[in-house]
């Protein structure tokens, strides 16, 4: 079985200052690991992903995220916060198959503040 | 582009009609996928369609059929709606690409109002 932990349901910051959403995971094998962001009345749009390499992943927007395995934690990161980065962000994991399904966190509300 | 489209965007229903939720796709994709997104529950996965001619049920199928039409469509049946059904459902595609690396693509969601 696979899941993934989004520890926070609310993370607030300063417009300008550093972001980090949290997602821990649990699988069976080697993970793919996504980050979506939703804006209101929106479907999810893909933001970054891992599969493999780099720990570092860089995305769409200045989003990045670390993927460390001893800690199975894929922590979604931006060095300066905009307004416009408030969203719904949700974690994603997935493993082995081509017709495999994804197991999405609860999400998390990110809220920037001018 | 249009991508994945859903329709209708919203529609409010009395217990115990039917309704079919349509999903359409124009990016050549195998897989589809049906979500309802509740409030802090996250996504959860009622059934998909890794290929054409296949289905399998995901973790909240109960209440629920689908037919996968055709590569583009991925339909979703309510056929006796209940309250417990409201919800907002997502409909998704993805390609084939290497295994398992290739993101979902969502559609904007059918809002669903059961009365």
């Known amino acids: 079985a696979q899941s993934v932990a989004q520890p926070e349901d609310q993370v607030n910051v300063a417009e300008g200052n550093p972001l980090t959403v949290k997602c821990t995971y649990s699988?069976?094998?080697?993970?793919?690991l996504f980050w979506y962001v939703q804006y209101p009345n929106r479907g999810l749009q893909f933001l970054l992903k891992?599969?493999?390499?780099?720990?570092l992943v860089k995305g769409s927007y200045g989003f990045e995220a670390e993927f460390n395995k001893s800690q199975t934690s894929f922590h979604l990161k931006k060095p300066s916060a905009l307004v416009s980065d408030s969203a719904l962000y949700f974690c994603?994991?997935?493993?082995?198959?081509?017709?495999?399904?994804?197991?999405f966190g609860d999400g998390t509300t990110l809220t920037v503040k001018p | 582009n249009a991508g994945v489209t859903q329709t209708p965007k919203f529609q409010v229903l009395k217990t115990g009609q039917s309704m079919t939720l349509q999903c359409a796709q124009d990016?050549?994709?195998?897989?589809m996928y049906w979500y309802r997104q509740d409030p802090g529950m996250g996504l959860r996965l009622i059934y998909y369609?890794?290929?054409?001619?296949?289905?399998d049920k995901g973790e909240v199928p109960n209440g629920y059929n689908v037919s996968r039409l055709n590569k583009r469509e991925f339909s979703l049946r309510l056929e006796s709606a209940a309250p417990s059904q409201t919800s907002v459902y997502f409909c998704?595609?993805?390609?084939?690409?290497?295994?398992?690396?290739?993101?979902?693509?969502f559609g904007d969601g059918t809002r669903l109002s059961i009365l």
């Open positions: 998704a595609s993805r390609g084939q690409g290497s295994v398992g690396n290739q993101p979902q693509h």
């Open positions: 699988v069976s094998g080697n993970p793919y």
């Open positions: 891992y599969i493999t390499g780099d720990n």
């Open positions: 994603a994991v997935r493993v082995g198959t081509n017709a495999g399904k994804s197991t």
């Open positions: 990016m050549n994709h195998n897989s």
């Open positions: 369609s890794a290929s054409e001619g296949t289905t």
